[in-house]
């Protein structure tokens, strides 16, 4: 009797060490993914900042514009005054990253637009560096999406692996950014 009692002691005592070291891998390795993908998110945030001021100042040289192209323009502007203010709110950036995915996706529909309608916007005034400046900045911003997908895949990945569902599962997962609105030209008005 006393040696079943010893048994059963022993086996609740292994199966709460278990319980223990498997949730203290998945919330330690949660946080690890969490830390990295925070790096890569503010690297690519600084990135996306510097891209926005040469979207500001295309925005800036345009005048007369019809309604679609002035609606469009406004949503930028308003997109990228949230974008900025994301990284006042929190030690992260990533709600600013998804402001900054509304932002490039009506960019693209805006210029788009302008050069599909480029007899309407004859007095479009542009330093004639900008395009090379704005098309420069592209292939790191390739890069760093990349690698912040990357990580973020990862951290996703982390939160839906049995046993760290139940400990880390109902943690939020990233949002993932595509390239489609990054091409390497920036169609020219």
Known sequence: MKRLYYYITGT???????????????????????KATNAKARELFVTLTARYTKVSEFNNSLEGLDVTAT??????????????????????????????INIDTNFLILVNYLKDSA???????????????????????????????????DFNHHLTVFPNSLYVGQRGSFTLLGIENYPLNLPQV
């Open 12 to 34: 609740v005592i292994l199966f709460g060490m278990v319980i223990f070291s498997t949730s203290v891998g998945a919330i330690c390795g949660s946080n690890k993914r969490i």
């Open 71 to 100: 609606e469009l323009v406004t949503t930028i502007n308003n997109d990228i005054v949230r974008f900025e203010f994301s990284k006042n709110l929190v030690q992260t950036v990533h709600s600013g990253l998804k402001h900054s």
């Open 119 to 153: 007899t309407a916007y004859t007095n479009l005034t542009l330093p004639a560096d900008f395009y090379i400046e704005f098309d420069a900045l592209t292939p790191t911003i390739h890069t760093q999406i990349a690698a912040y997908n990357q990580s973020a895949t």
